[in-house]
């Protein structure tokens, strides 16, 4: 009989303990992962708060609006890199065995680059908004990376041509002399061959001069540029070189409206810092900033009302990067919204979710349903077109905000992707790729 009691109490047990598995799957089965690889300590501190900040008040805003994705709803923790590799490595080892990753957004090139293989491997999407290597673009060799929004050639691109409508055409850049300061890092150093290629095109000269990181001295570099006398200076910088950048600039007399920011040297925390010197300096962007748009108001009034926001300064609410990382949000949640479409109201494999991100397709209507009308603009992502058309627009510090000065602009696309299909296909033969054919994807 005590024996009877034994097995039946063990049965009970073993009964109890599957129930138990079964209930923990089912709820893991409902929930999508983010890992964040972020940065909130170090020389770029204010990039990666704002960013990650914003993506997670998105983030949060899903799940308290609508209980997340059609019921899955979202999660995430945060690994801190110091904007390092070998940190953001050993976050990817650390972070990559939870269940239900859904993609990984590390806001770093030089991660980013570390990333590229194992992504690969493990078949999870990599994205590298506003930044990434250019060739990632092309889909059909780096199926799990995509540089949303800009890729750094387009963005060279926009900004030449922004230069040449300040000018009154871009036959008006003959002739004229062009600096870039560039941050001495994988990211700043990018683009040094675009620009010797558009300077051949459009027969300007090019003087491309590095600032080591972080940045903080710049007296060399800014005595160099004086003695050059250009035109415009093309600021490739990131954290504290961008201040400091434009302090120096005031020092040596070189005027801040023909300093042209790129799309990391474009923040208020940038601006703010240099005081006066940044009056009159403009930079490039791909969303704008504030707090008046719909999506924005949303989160202040739910998440920031519940107190669950992420930025304990509540001043940054609506700056670039709080913004760049509310749009970094939206793109997320749409691609595994597309792909759940597909593949259904559940937690998505990484391989489904990069399906989601190469069928990304929102067009000014679905934006403004989305809250963002004016924020950001549309993004078409295809199977060969992992950036989705590169669009950007320029805005100038009047001395407390920035202002919009430029329609939206587009890359030319005739001259580039010629360049990014060559890398690209470079880069499968020294890695025995072969390319899909997009045209048998569906």
């Known amino acids: 009989m005590v024996k009877m009691k034994v097995i ?146 387009s963005e060279t691109s926009g900004i030449i041509k922004f230069i040449g409508t300040r000018l009154g055409g871009l036959d008006k850049l003959q002739g004229k002399k062009i600096v870039v300061l560039y941050h001495g890092s994988p990211y700043g150093k990018e683009t040094i061959p675009i620009f010797e290629l558009l300077a051949k095109k459009y027969g300007f000269e090019v003087q491309q001069i590095e600032v080591p990181h972080p940045g903080n001295e710049q007296q060399s570099q800014w005595l160099t540029i004086r003695r050059a006398k250009p035109d415009y200076v093309v600021l490739r910088g990131f954290g504290v070189m961008n201040p400091v950048a434009l302090k120096t600039a005031q020092k040596v007399g070189y005027p801040a409206d023909h300093i042209i920011g790129n799309v990391w040297s474009n923040s208020e925390e940038d601006v703010i810092p240099a005081g006066n010197a940044a009056k009159g300096y403009i930079a490039l962007t791909t969303q704008a900033s504030g707090s008046v748009y719909p999506v924005v108001k949303e989160i202040i009034d739910k998440v920031y009302g519940a107190g669950k926001g992420n930025l304990q300064d509540r001043k940054r609410i609506g700056s670039v990067y709080h913004n760049l990382g509310i749009v970094n949000g939206i793109l997320n949640v749409e691609a595994i919204r597309i792909a759940q479409q597909k593949f259904g109201h559940r937690t998505l494999t990484g391989d489904e979710i990069r399906w989601g991100f190469e069928h990304l397709q929102l067009d000014a209507a679905r934006v403004e349903a989305l809250g963002a009308k004016g924020l950001f603009h549309s993004i078409n992502v295809t199977c060969e077109d992992h950036e989705g058309q590169g669009r950007v627009t320029f805005q100038q510090w009047d001395g407390s905000q920035w202002k919009v000065i430029s329609d939206w602009i587009s890359p030319d696309w005739a001259l580039l992707r010629p360049i990014i299909e060559k890398s690209a296909s470079a880069y499968a033969k020294e890695n025995n790729i072969t390319p899909r054919n997009c045209q048998t994807e569906n």
């Open 8 to 153: 039946t109490l063990t049965r009970l047990l073993v009964g109890v303990t599957l129930l138990l598995a079964q209930l923990s799957l089912s709820a893991r089965a409902d929930e999508q992962y983010f890992p964040l690889q972020s940065y909130r300590v170090g020389p770029y501190a204010a990039a990666g708060s704002g960013f990650f900040g914003g993506f997670i008040d998105y983030l949060q805003l899903i799940n308290q609006r609508d209980g997340g994705v059609n019921g899955v709803k979202l999660t995430w923790d945060e690994c801190e890199t110091q904007y390092e590799v070998e940190r953001g490595v050993e976050c990817y080892k650390r972070q990559k065995s939870k269940p239900g990753v859904a993609a990984w957004n590390p806001l770093s090139v030089g991660i980013a680059y570390a990333m590229i293989d194992d992504v690969t491997r493990d078949k999870t999407p990599l994205i590298t908004i506003d930044h990434g290597r250019t060739d990632s673009t092309d889909g059909r060799v780096f199926p799990y990376v995509f540089p949303l929004l800009l890729n750094p050639y």
